[in-house]
């Protein structure tokens, strides 16, 4: 390879893998396997090493990923930068590490060998046995801040028992059980939200979700693994996590003290198959050098630790025929290709079937009927086809030819700009779409009415149901004229329907089926807008101010509601009796009646909690700055665009303190209402004085 070549290949390299290590750490949605991106990075490594005078500091061989991406949460430096680990899947570079640290070091050591859990990077800070913060790794500098979603994981204590320091840090992986990725993953599906890719992707998706309160329902656990020699003094790494366990911190008791490379061998041996049976990912093993003082002494890289590798495990495939493939149409009217395969057993159960996403994954793959393809599973959970075994490919075989019109209905298929997938855009005529909005509509995350797929089936085939409103239109009378309808399920059915109209309203949301809003997305546009009014009238504008929305989903909302059927429907809706806006708790004070306020930037609380504040004391929260505005209240890293537009327009701005000392010597509820927007010139000359 010459010079020029070399420059060429290394500038490639430098920006397939940041593009995918932005994909791994912050939208937490991989296009490629990490074994394609540790080869893609070791010839990076090669490369710049043969052409030292094209490497630079900002080479994704030199500096780790970041996690950070979330202007929600509020950074923090780290104490001790968090590095990444050097890794491989040869056992001759683990000897090759092994070597190297025997000539360095002038005394005997050991390993502690630890298995590699596959979820997100986490250091926990605690003062006097209580948690103080919690970080992610963010670029290994700096974190983000998410110590009250950490609050809400089980296994990590609050306050801690013993003889623990003062003070200390200690560094471990958020992680995500199979049985929990399994329930997520399967809502996910109903509710047509992508996958997460495996559990990794899910923990760290989990971690910086908005509600707290959420991350706790997603039944994330905690393994720490590692306390920086700087923030306490033990002989070895092995002592210091007894000490750790002692405490009260989960600790894995699947470490092994090792004297040699054969001992490290077996070990890796042993887990490279007892893996499969955890309740949770591996996808690899640490080996890291025990003795502290010999840590010091081999010291770190730019990147990595010199003391410590990782020994990572292949993902389990298998090679089988694929028999046929399907083209399966979603509620949304996705167009999903799914591969029907030769049964094969894979990581101990029996694989028969395989999405293929999208056309443009048909087409990288350039897979066949016939052709035999390698399948593993992502995360050891979800199936997924590699590749295609080109040497068995039978004689004749031809590319499948992706439907242009729907399987369904019939009508020709559409795809968006930046989309991938094909959709059916009959969304109210098809009929798979139709009965599918149905069932969502019913389910029990949703309106949770006692129903399933066979009464919708029944109800639509005879025409009696064809949008969500026509449900409170049934009657006893005719539900006992069907077949197999008695009297008393005619009426527990009723009195489901009934009862759903108590449904709170971000679940009402969620079960319109809005394309791409699902559970939590529905919970934040509720809690931000208030009402479905609100909802239907907000301005892309206003939809991409709230936190989880992108500018996707905002288009798919605006698009719904831009639909007069949908305007029709939910005006029979409301006619039904179910709930279209939030239950507003009665006001505390009147110290902010009349008053607008925008919120912006991250406070003590999470911003629903203020905008809850706001309200319980009279007050309105706006999503945007306009004349009408009285005050923005802004926290930690206020968004640039709303102080700018603050200032242009006079409006003034107060911090958390300012606004608490408002709200604290409010008048009760009872007393008489504040002016009327906007604010007067004196409160306005009050509030500049407090700033």
């Known amino acids: 390879m010459g010079r020029s070549e070399a420059q060429q290949r290394i500038e490639e390299l430098k920006a397939v893998l940041w593009e995918n290590s932005r994909r791994y750490y912050v939208d937490n949605a991989p296009t490629m396997s990490d074994y394609e991106y540790d080869q893609l990075m070791h010839e990076l490594e090669a490369l710049e ?20 991406g979330r202007r929600e949460f509020v950074q923090y430096p780290h104490q001790y930068p968090m590095l990444s680990l050097g890794n491989t899947y040869n056992i001759g570079e683990i000897e ?82 199979y049985a929990s990725f399994d329930r997520l993953n399967e809502q996910r599906a109903r509710d047509e939200e992508p996958l997460f890719a495996n559990p990794r992707n899910a923990a760290s998706g989990s971690l910086k979700l908005l509600d707290p309160k959420e991350v706790g329902r997603r039944g994330l656990l905690c393994t720490l693994y590692h306390i920086p020699a700087q923030s306490l003094t033990f002989a070895t790494h092995s002592q210091a996590l007894d000490a750790a366990a002692r405490w009260g911190l989960p600790v894995s008791e699947e470490r092994r003290i090792c004297r040699d490379i054969s001992e490290i061998e077996a070990y890796i041996n042993h887990w490279d198959t007892a893996r499969h049976s955890l309740p949770y990912a591996t996808d690899g093993i640490v080996i890291k050098i025990n003795e502290t003082a010999c840590q010091v002494q081999l010291g770190y890289t730019s990147k990595f630790p010199r003391w410590a590798v990782a020994y990572k495990f292949k993902a389990e495939e298998a090679l089988t025929p694929v028999l046929s493939i399907d083209y399966q149409v979603g509620r949304t009217g996705a167009v999903t290709p799914v591969a029907n395969l030769e049964p094969v057993l894979l990581s101990g159960t029996m694989v028969k079937r395989a999405t293929l996403n999208n056309a443009a994954q048909m087409a990288l793959l350039d897979i066949r009927i016939g052709d035999s393809v390698y399948v593993e599973k992502g995360g050891e959970i979800i199936p997924k086809i590699t590749r295609v ?41 098809c009929p798979t779409q139709a009965k599918g909005r149905l069932v969502h509509f019913l389910s029990r995350k949703a309106m949770n009415v006692i129903a399933g797929d066979a009464t919708v089936e029944q109800l639509y085939n005879r025409g009696f149901v064809r949008t969500p409103a026509d449900f409170y239109d049934l009657t006893a009378d005719l539900l006992v004229s069907l077949d197999g309808w008695k009297e008393r399920a005619a009426k527990r059915f009723l009195d489901s329907l009934s009862e759903s109209r108590k449904v709170p309203f971000d679940r009402v949301l969620f079960a319109l089926g809005i394309r791409y809003v699902g559970e939590t997305t529905a ?28 500018e996707v989903i905002a288009r798919s909302v605006r698009a719904y509601f831009d639909d007069p059927r949908h305007g029709i429907e939910i005006e029979r809706l409301k006619a039904a009796g179910l709930q279209f806006s939030m239950v507003r708790k009665e006001a ?18 999470s911003r629903d909690e203020m905008k809850a504040l706001i309200q319980a004391h ?29 200032a242009e327009l006079g409006v003034p701005q107060i911090d958390e303190a300012t606004f608490r000392a408002m709200i604290d010597g409010g008048e009760p509820a009872s007393a008489e209402p504040a002016r009327e ?4 010139e004196g409160e306005m000359n009050l509030f500049s004085g407090l700033l």
């Not at 931000?528 to 989880?548: K, R």
């Not at 927007?677 to 007067?680: E, G, H, I, L, W």
Request: charged content about 25%.
């Open 389 to 429: 075994e080109l040497s068995r490919r039978p004689a004749g075989t031809v590319r499948p030819v992706f439907p242009t019109v729907c399987p369904d209905c019939g009508t020709p298929l559409v795809k968006e700009e930046g989309e991938a997938k094909f959709f059916c855009p009959n969304t109210d005529g």
């Open 677 to 680: 927007d906007p604010a007067s």
């Open 588 to 605: 505390v004070s009147t110290a902010l009646a009349g008053k607008t306020i925008v919120i912006s930037g991250s406070f003590s609380v």
């Open 618 to 646: 009279g007050g309105k929260n706006s999503t945007s700055v306009s004349s009408k505005t009285s005050w923005l209240l802004a926290g930690t890293k206020p968004g640039p665009e709303k102080v700018k537009k603050a």
């Open 49 to 68: 090493a043969a052409y030292p005078e094209y490497a630079t500091e900002d080479s994704p061989t030199r500096r780790v990923g970041s996690d950070l």
């Open 523 to 550: 919970k934040e546009i509720a809690a931000h807008f208030g009402d479905i009014d609100a909802v239907a009238s907000a301005t892309l504008e206003d939809l991409l101010a709230v936190p989880d929305v992108g």
């Open 96 to 177: 090759e590490f092994a070597e190297r640290a025997s000539k360095t070091l002038e005394t005997g050591f050991t390993y502690s060998c630890e298995l590699k859990f596959d979820g997100t990077a986490i250091c926990l800070t605690y003062r006097d046995g209580r948690l103080f913060r919690a970080l992610t790794r963010g670029d290994g500098v700096v974190g983000d801040d998410v110590t009250e979603n950490v609050r809400h994981i089980a296994n990590i204590p609050q306050q801690l028992h013993g003889d623990f320091p003062p003070e200390f840090e200690i560094r471990g992986e958020i992680l995500m059980p």
